[in-house]
């Protein structure tokens, strides 16, 4: 009983929270009051990203040095470029970042992340970036930076704005809120220059707590469509879809070389455990669809 009024309370609150999101003023009074994280947090998440692609860049181009010479396109790049300049401090001759919201607050804090992060780089990396760390947010939006935010910049919008411009395409933690996965996979193809690579982190487990919640880590799998559409159809909330659905949708839009690379995975026994509790929905689908917890998606425009 005490687990059923828990459920039952946390479905009421999402689908509130999820209605409020649905008026402007709502959407406007949050961005008002985003933050950036603090200095640790971003330099942490620099790292953890760069190191992400550091590895599959390689694996994807077939090149140990697959950033130099590059025209880098971020998807949804979240509170600050860190992840663009490292690029840019690899090598890459310009960084654009796109995002269907202004995350990217005009504030000095901005320029002290990108200090903070250039900081823990080697002289010679630092040295390629020292005339953007200091730039105000404004100054990202202008033509003439090699460092480029575009916000209020959605993946559709792009693709007729950007097509074929870029050699390398990444996001980390975006598509798997994306729920026209066949229809992302055809506008990242027309981003891409002829040869060049994309490498996502796409995240398909659970979002937030898991400790107390139905089946833990398998959590989100235990709503049915309708009702998750009413908790978070304003929200962005993960479309649920596994791996292989990505690889499917990659292959039809005419790219090559798909990969879909297990990152983290949920144990076999610990899926079989959680079954009965999910939504018939999700109950019958495969532990090797279950146990992909984050993925490496990697592909290349022929």
């Known amino acids: 009983m005490p687990e059923l009024v828990d459920r039952t309370v946390h479905i009421a609150a999402e689908i509130l929270k999820n209605h409020a999101m649905g008026f402007q003023v709502v959407r406007e009074y949050r961005r008002t009051r985003a933050g950036y994280p603090d200095v640790d947090s971003a330099v942490a998440a620099v790292r953890r990203t760069s190191e992400f692609y550091d590895k599959y860049l390689k694996i994807a181009s077939g090149r140990e040095d697959p950033v130099q010479g590059k025209r ?22 310009s960084g654009t970042a796109i995002d269907r919201f202004p995350d990217l607050l005009p504030t000095p804090q901005l320029q002290a992340l990108h200090h903070a992060i250039a900081a823990r780089w080697p002289a010679s990396m630092q040295q390629r970036v020292e005339d953007l760390v200091g730039l105000p947010a404004q100054r990202f939006e202008r033509d003439d930076c090699r460092l480029k935010y575009r916000p209020n910049l959605a993946l559709e919008a792009a693709t007729h704005q950007l097509s074929g411009q870029f050699d390398i395409v990444v996001s980390y933690g975006v598509l798997g809120l994306i ?33 107390g919640v139905r089946a833990g880590i398998l959590h989100q799998y235990t709503y049915s469509e309708r009702l998750w559409q009413m908790m978070y159809s304003n929200r962005g909330g993960p479309n649920r879809q596994p791996a292989r659905a990505y690889r499917k949708a990659c292959q039809e839009a005419g790219l090559e070389d798909v990969q879909v690379i297990p990152v983290q995975q949920v144990p076999i026994n610990l899926i079989e455990r ?4 999910l939504h018939p929905q999700f109950r019958t689908r495969s532990a090797e669809d279950l146990c992909i917890h984050a993925s490496a998606l990697l592909a290349r425009r022929p």
Do not use: C, K, Q
């Open 72 to 93: 880098v396109l971020e998807v949804g790049p979240g509170s600050n470029l860190g992840l663009l300049l490292w690029f840019l401090a690899r090598g890459a001759v």
């Open 179 to 211: 729920r026209d996965i066949p229809g992302t996979s055809r506008e990242l193809y027309r981003l891409l220059s002829p040869g060049g690579v994309m490498v996502h982190r796409v995240h398909h487990g659970t979002h937030g707590r898991i400790d």
């Open 274 to 277: 959680s079954r009965p509790l």
